[in-house]
């Protein structure tokens, strides 16, 4: 991995790993911040981390930093910004945040960075809120979903997109249709969802509304809660065993610091292995 870090800044190495900032390529191009573990077996999984809509690319990269490269797995941490993506949230809106990711996971692709078919998707907030709807529309990219604290969702049900997935009227666009293209996929991932006990509380971020609040809820937790029941439902549905856990963090609030720093939530974001039960665990422990 060493041979690799030649043509990028690395501000912070270690003996284990090198935290490096890649400059975006191109004028729609993506700059990112990595965690790369100096020795990366070729089937190490990266972690794809998506920032809220504060921008902490850098935060999600340094605070699971020591757990990455313990896992020696590399971890990739975009950074849209506010000019070229307002609204990355919502995937498929202004700038296409869903094809800038998606070229810039080719550029460290080819560049050696990784190596596997598939990656872990993370959000927290409005990275969150990305993670799923790239997961709905790109089901076949991700291994592993961890859903942190979403504003609000895309629901497996038959409102509008970006509510649910049925076609808008009157628009010529046919996303929520897409994503229910590939829903049973979807359904089949593991896909791990937590909100801090006290994110109960709606504020100037949280987008409300007659159709949203009757749909979601007023707040962070309850919406966490709803969504995960839904797509539990919709897996079975389908005849599917969903592979779906929420965790409320104790004593946590809406800030990923704080979710952190209260909680083990790194174990749920990077666990020893696939076996859910053992993050779980150690959340509850906190």
């Known amino acids: 991995m060493t041979a690799l ?27 990112c911040w990595m965690v790369l573990p100096n020795s990366v077996a070729p089937d190490a999984v ?16 340094s605070r699971l930093r020591r757990r990455a490269e313990a896992l020696g797995r590399p971890l990739i941490a ?23 990711l998606l070229a810039l996971l ?31 529309l790109y089901p076949h990219l991700v291994k592993r979903l961890i859903v942190g604290a979403a504003g609000w969702y895309t629901f497996p049900d038959a409102t509008e997109f970006p509510l649910g997935l049925a076609a808008r009227q ?25 909100v801090g006990e006290h994110d ?8 409300s509304g ?23 439902e919709a897996a079975k549905a389908r005849g599917l065993r969903p592979d779906v856990s929420l965790q409320v963090l104790p004593g946590c609030t809406h800030h990923f610091s704080d979710c952190i720093t209260r909680s083990e939530l790194t174990h749920l974001v990077l666990p020893d292995s696939d076996d859910i039960g053992t993050a779980n665990s150690k959340i509850a422990k906190a």
């Open 5 to 31: 870090l030649h043509h990028l800044e690395v501000p912070m190495r270690s003996k284990k790993s090198a935290l490096v900032h890649r400059p975006a390529r191109g004028r729609r191009g993506l700059s």
């Open 46 to 61: 990266p972690l794809i981390a998506v920032h809220g809509i504060q921008r902490g690319a850098y935060e999600k990269a």
């Open 78 to 100: 975009p950074l849209f910004d506010r000019e070229t993506w307002p609204h990355y949230q919502q995937l498929v809106r202004k700038g296409r945040a869903d094809l800038a």
């Open 106 to 136: 080719e550029e460290l692709r080819m560049e050696g960075i990784w190596q596997t078919s598939q990656f872990d998707l993370f959000g927290h907030s409005g990275g969150a809120q990305f993670s799923h709807r790239f997961a709905m």
């Open 170 to 194: 009157d628009k010529r666009d046919d996303w929520g249709p897409r994503m229910e293209a590939g829903l049973e996929r979807f359904l089949r991932l593991p896909i791990r969802i937590y």
């Open 200 to 207: 109960s509380q709606p504020d100037d971020n949280t987008r």
């Open 210 to 232: 007659p159709e949203i609040d009757r749909q979601q809820g007023l707040d962070r937790l309850t919406r966490a809660k709803r969504w995960s029941r839904a797509i539990q």
